[in-house]
């Protein structure tokens, strides 16, 4: 039973590299698309609702359904995998950072702007570090969901640790499957551990939670 | 041509739409799974979470944490799990949507009566009123607006995964998406993809629906929780 894990290590390796980079590539596009949308957001009350409106509904499309209307246009590859997963990520960062420039108190811009920060100095340097617990917060949901979402990338052929899932499941083989569920489970958290040391080296001057 | 035109072609074709397996029949199948299972997640997870919610303290911190590691579970590897244990019984695909569906009711139901202002908790207990009632008709419908976006995204979530079914074999409209790719016909896979959209739309509208009706007038002023 066992003896199958060392035995096939190396492509067990490369699978979870693989789900590594379907897991990480989006959330990260995600936060570069979703830091000026929500800043924009956050500055125009008027954008917010539609854009949430949009964020919700996207949010709502099965990942399954989005990697198959992906299809036509690019294909049974990464690219398809990575562009669904992508705006899932953005579903769940642009709130946060939104609600994380939001949160910044009053009294804390204006004490800047008293001190003669521009607004784009302010945004820099004032209201974007404060909002980066917030920010990290839906960041992390957004990797970890993406980490276990990759694996359905697998039914459309997309290779990650999906594939001992399906190959497991063909050849009613268990021992595969648990590795391939500790994989998922095992890569999500130490991203998730990452992103925590992440944020509190960006802000140091918070409790040590 | 796009998936649009694929999806509408193959929607709009009468044959699919009679005899066994046809697409009423999958809908169908697709709305039982996930209101079972989203019923089930729900009679766990909103009395669990008003419950630790009440308590309040570090409870509710260790809920949301454990929620948010919970994520990281892949639903396919737990559906293919267990149909290698299980076979096609109910529980094979009824365990990994019911897991699906807890957590975020969970969190926003004990965040919803752990953030119940303190002072209205005092009035309440000053007012005579038991633990009961405090909980039944002051906690709960102060917390509703937030339980409600908690229930709104599992059963998302579980509409959404329901379509993983197909894999192992089951009914439901992932049966189209998982068919259609097997035997490389686009038409049933855009097809199907097309009309679990539409139902999850369907779920978001029923929702915004439901917290409409439900949530009392004094909180609605409130504007909605994220």
């Known amino acids: 039973m066992w003896s199958w894990i060392p035995g096939n290590a190396s492509l067990i390796w490369q699978l979870t590299w693989e789900n590594l980079k379907l897991g990480v590539l989006p959330a990260l596009y995600g936060l570069v698309i979703s830091l000026p949308l929500g800043i924009i957001a956050a500055r125009w ?39 669904a997963l992508t705006v899932f990520s953005l579903c769940v960062i642009l709130p946060n950072v939104v609600a994380g420039l939001r949160g910044v108190p009053p009294a804390v811009t204006q004490a800047a702007t008293a001190m003669g920060y521009g607004q784009l100095r302010r945004l820099a340097f004032v209201e974007l570090p404060l909002a980066v617990p917030v920010i990290i917060a839906g960041l992390r949901v957004g990797v970890v969901s ?3 979402l990759a694996s359905v990338g697998q039914l459309i052929g997309v290779s990650s640790l999906g594939y001992l899932f399906i190959d497991g499941l063909q050849r009613s083989f268990p021992t595969e499957i648990y590795v391939g569920i500790a994989g998922v489970i095992v890569l999500a958290l130490v991203c998730d551990l990452i992103l925590v040391a992440v944020r509190r080296s960006l802000t140091p001057w918070l409790a040590r939670t | 041509m796009s ?31 996930s209101g079972l299972a989203l019923l089930i997640a729900t009679l766990i997870a909103v009395p669990a979470g008003v419950a630790i919610g009440h308590r309040g303290g570090k ?37 990994p949507l019911v897991a699906l569906g807890i957590p975020p009711v969970l969190v926003n139901a004990c965040e919803g009566v752990a953030g119940v202002d303190p002072g209205v908790r005092d009035a309440a207990k000053g007012a005579g009123m038991t633990t009961w009632q405090q909980i039944a ?19 998302i979530f579980v509409v959404a995964t329901a379509t993983l079914a197909a894999e ?59």
């Open chain 2, 59 to 95: 409870a509710a911190v260790v809920v949301t944490n454990f929620a948010n590691a919970w994520r990281a579970i892949p639903t396919l590897g737990l559906l293919t799990l267990l149909a290698v244990f299980l076979g096609f019984s109910a529980l094979t695909w009824l365990l």
């Open chain 1, 45 to 83: 009350r008027w954008f917010y609702p539609p854009v949430l409106t949009v964020v919700n509904i996207l949010y709502a499309v099965p990942s399954l359904a989005l990697f198959v209307a992906l299809i036509p246009k690019f294909g049974l590859t990464d690219t398809t995998v990575i562009i």
């Open chain 2, 137 to 155: 008709s002051v906690e709960v419908p102060i917390a509703l607006p937030l339980i409600l976006v908690g229930l709104r995204t599992s059963a």
């Open chain 1, 146 to 148: 993406s980490i276990s």
């Open chain 2, 168 to 226: 192992i074999g089951l009914g439901g409209l992932g049966r189209f998406i998982i068919d259609g790719l097997a035997s490389s016909e686009y038409g049933p896979v855009a097809g199907g993809a097309l009309l679990v959209v539409i139902l999850a739309i369907c779920v978001l509208a029923l929702f915004a629906l439901i917290s409409r009706l439900a949530v009392p007038a004094g909180l609605r002023k409130q504007g909605r929780p994220e």
């Open chain 2, 3 to 33: 998936f649009f035109s694929w999806a509408w072609d193959w929607v709009t074709t009468g044959a699919n739409w009679h005899g066994a397996d046809s697409i009423p029949q999958q809908v169908l199948a697709h709305l039982g799974y």
